[in-house]
């Protein structure tokens, strides 16, 4: 006896390959048979009507490391067919750490009193999570980042031989405790005081454990050829397998710096070393607002940073900073960068900073710092989103076979204690943007392979050979949906809107949708590299 049986479906395996209709059998959380069931026994019989019926969709790259452990039932993935986050990417993860103030620096969403903070080591944060209802597997990367503040706290140097012993330690014992990929994010402080030899060593570990090496590369817009060079040259050095983060360039490279990283990235296949990328299926591009200031101004925690702003002569030399993550900060084009999240001026959410200089009768760049100021504690969780990618860079990065799909974003719900925070304009709909944008309008793909870089490319780059398959023996993560008519409604206004077209989605088994509603169950796992 079957526990449940979806019949007449068009089954898209994830493996690239035409669809075939047929029906799914699963039994204990697995796929157990595949084809033509109709003699088969079911507890539960769930006719499909030729509905799209793929694996669960598997985001490669997320931020949801506190969000999760707030609120686990991951609204706004599941909603739009997610069944698998990968979290602790860009060099931020939520462990290990030694206090409080340790997981509010370096936790994108943290916000005070919605988690208890029981957790030191890597492992303590993944026995955490499995003590929460999950609306998605939950597989977790130990960021660079957050290793390097467990080790030299604020101090705005690279570590010593010693020290990076000791974050090569915690490494190693992150991975025994679970944690399935190293991440890097050298764009960010203090990812950007680590030099290339460094890396490689601490690469050299995650080759070594068998674990994936994703980066936010150094450098997307007028030296991006050595950002993405640096890249490929610590992981081939260390011999690690390397995912290049969201790699489309930025505003300020120039117009052929995306075909140029692509042909470095085949040139490096050529010669052996194993990377392959991933894109945000959208142009804009969000981040911390205090990510904007340089690096000597980020030193010293958030009480000595406030005290920078506030003195005038400190804050003309920030804004003199010749070399800002942003260079549309530099050229001025502040009607193309938006606030996305703020506690304190909410209703300033949804305008560009022209307009809120403007509405305040500053320039635009001070009225990003006042922001800045008027945050208080939560000022690294002031968020700002720009228009800072090319649509042509994208579709020309999802027309290769090695480039993923991913969210960068949090996973959120619109209720709740999350119900204020907002991860990226496309939080809400990333993946239903792609197959509603780049797969069925722009044909820049077709349904088959498109399923294919959210499902099996996802798994197979993780390490997973169980999940974004459908095949016998698999774990039961499936989602169903409409191709006509899966749509996204995320926009600047309204980036709090579900995602439309998924019918069932099933996590190891189980239904977390049902005919296009949310169910009360939250059947994910954390998955553990040992």
Request: proline share 3%.
């Amino acid at each position: 006896m079957l526990d449940t049986l979806l019949t007449n479906g068009v089954i898209y395996d994830g493996s690239g390959r035409d669809p075939l209709r047929g029906d799914i059998g699963i039994k204990d959380g697995r796929i157990a048979d595949i084809g033509k069931l109709a003699g088969s026994q079911a507890e539960r019989h769930v006719e499909l009507d030729g509905l799209a019926v793929a694996p669960g969709f598997i985001d490669l790259h997320t931020h949801s490391d506190f969000t999760l452990a707030a609120d686990g039932r991951a609204q706004s993935q599941v909603h739009q067919g997610v069944t698998t986050e990968v979290i602790g990417q860009c060099g931020y993860s939520c462990a290990p750490v030694h206090s409080v103030r340790d997981v509010e620096i370096m936790a994108p969403g943290y916000a005070d009193g919605m988690v208890d903070v029981d957790w030191q080591s890597f492992g303590e944060y993944l026995d955490h999570l499995d003590k929460i209802s999950l609306g998605v597997n939950v597989a977790a990367f130990v960021g660079h980042g957050t290793i390097h503040r467990a080790v030299l706290g604020d101090a705005l140097r690279a570590a010593d031989d010693a020290e990076l012993d000791k974050m090569k330690g915690l490494l190693s014992e992150s991975i025994d405790g679970g944690a399935y990929g190293f991440s890097t994010g050298l764009e960010y402080w203090p990812g950007s005081l680590a030099s290339p030899d460094q890396l490689a060593e601490m690469i050299g570990i995650a080759a070594k454990r068998g674990v994936l090496y994703a980066t936010h590369v150094r450098n997307r817009d007028l030296f991006y050829d050595i950002g993405f060079g640096e890249a490929i040259s610590t992981a081939r050095a260390a011999g690690a397998r390397l995912q290049i983060s969201h790699i489309q360039p930025k505003y300020g490279a120039p117009a052929y710096a995306m075909q140029h990283a692509i042909d470095m990235v085949n040139e490096a296949k050529g010669h052996g070393v194993d990377v392959a990328y991933d894109v945000i299926p959208h142009d804009w591009s969000h981040t911390r607002v205090s990510a904007i200031l340089p690096q000597w101004a980020q030193e010293g925690g958030v009480a000595t940073v406030q005290a920078r702003l506030k003195d005038s002569a400190t804050r003309l030399r920030i804004k003199g900073n010749r070399r800002p993550m942003w260079r549309l900060v530099n050229d001025g084009q502040w009607h193309k960068i938006v606030l996305m999240q703020s506690t304190i001026n909410p209703e300033l959410v949804g305008l560009t900073f022209d307009e809120i200089g403007a509405r305040r009768n500053v320039d635009p760049y001070d009225a990003a710092l006042d922001l800045l100021i008027e945050e208080g504690e939560h000022m690294n969780h002031l968020m700002w989103t720009s228009q800072s990618f090319s649509e042509d860079d994208i579709r020309l990065a999802i027309s290769q076979p090695d480039c993923a799909i991913i969210s960068d974003t949090l996973a959120l719900a619109p209720e709740g204690c999350l119900k204020h925070h907002v991860g990226s304009l496309s939080g809400y709909g990333w993946a239903a943007r792609f197959l509603q944008h780049y797969v069925r309008d722009h044909k820049v793909l077709s349904l088959s392979e498109g399923v294919r870089r959210l499902t099996s490319l996802p798994a197979e780059r993780l390490g997973v050979a169980d999940r974004g398959v459908i095949k016998s023996g698999a774990w039961a993560d499936i989602t169903v949906f409409d191709a006509d008519q899966i749509a996204s409604h995320c926009d600047v206004e309204e980036p709090r809107r579900f995602a439309t077209g998924i019918a069932h989605v099933l996590v190891n088994g189980v239904f977390s949708m049902f005919e296009g509603a949310r169910t009360k169950h939250d059947n994910g796992r954390v998955l553990r590299s040992h």
